[in-house]
């Protein structure tokens, strides 16, 4: 059984930075495809950053490109995402997600993903 549990989130002034960790189990950590995604009140959830374990490649979303860094650590079974220069439209419940079976049209997408953890509150104060 798949288990996702994420970590780090928490209050964070403008300017500021969080790291977000994942804990996987139940998977051969190295075949997944990892991803973080965002939900902020009344709004969908949303790409932030994945990394594909098939091409190492590592989308992010145009919001975050330059400010995120995503990450994994095959021998801890951990994904991180470090988010630096935090801007108030941050704040959201972020999730970590795994696949895989993600195609890469899809490393993107919720739907590309089958196991998600409960998500870690992230706020940003201007």
């Known amino acids: 059984q798949v288990q996702l549990v994420e970590s780090g989130g928490g209050l964070v002034q403008a300017g500021g930075s969080l790291r977000l960790s994942c804990q996987t189990s139940g998977v051969t950590f190295s075949r997944y495809a990892m991803a973080w995604f965002r939900q902020a009140p009344g709004k969908e959830r949303e790409f932030v950053a994945a990394f594909s374990q098939r091409t190492g490649s590592t989308p992010y979303a145009d919001s975050v490109k330059g400010r995120f860094i995503i990450s994994r650590d095959n021998k801890k079974n951990t994904v991180i995402l470090q988010m630096n220069n935090l801007k108030p439209e941050d704040t959201a419940v972020y999730y970590c997600?795994?696949?895989?079976?993600?195609?890469?049209?899809?490393?993107?997408?919720?739907?590309?993903?089958?196991?998600w953890g409960q998500g870690t509150q992230v706020t940003v104060s201007s």
């Open positions: 997600a795994a696949s895989a079976t993600v195609i890469m049209s899809q490393l993107r997408s919720p739907l590309g993903y089958n196991s």
